[in-house]
């Protein structure tokens, strides 16, 4: 059976990735849309995202955009497969098990 993902499980962080899995292999959000989308603080934002990104699941690229600094987040190809993982095994924890 697969196992669950440590990282991943958290719900902030399972939210995140949902979010950003969703997304094309070269597709990202900024961090505004983020935290707008999952209602979440710039600590609390920012506390998950170091996580995810510390256990190499995302990248994140920072620019200045009209002088403004803008934070760009992205599911890397690890972060996808260890995703993918996770949602495996959360399936087969709810699939039905044969007669006892």
Known sequence: MPELDAVIHQPV????????????PREQVDFSFLKSRLALTDGNLGAHLLTLEQAGYIAVAKAFVARKPKTYVAATAAGRRAFDGHVAALTAILQPRGPA
């Open 13 to 24: 962080r399972l939210q995140i990735m949902a979010a950003l899995t969703h997304l094309g």
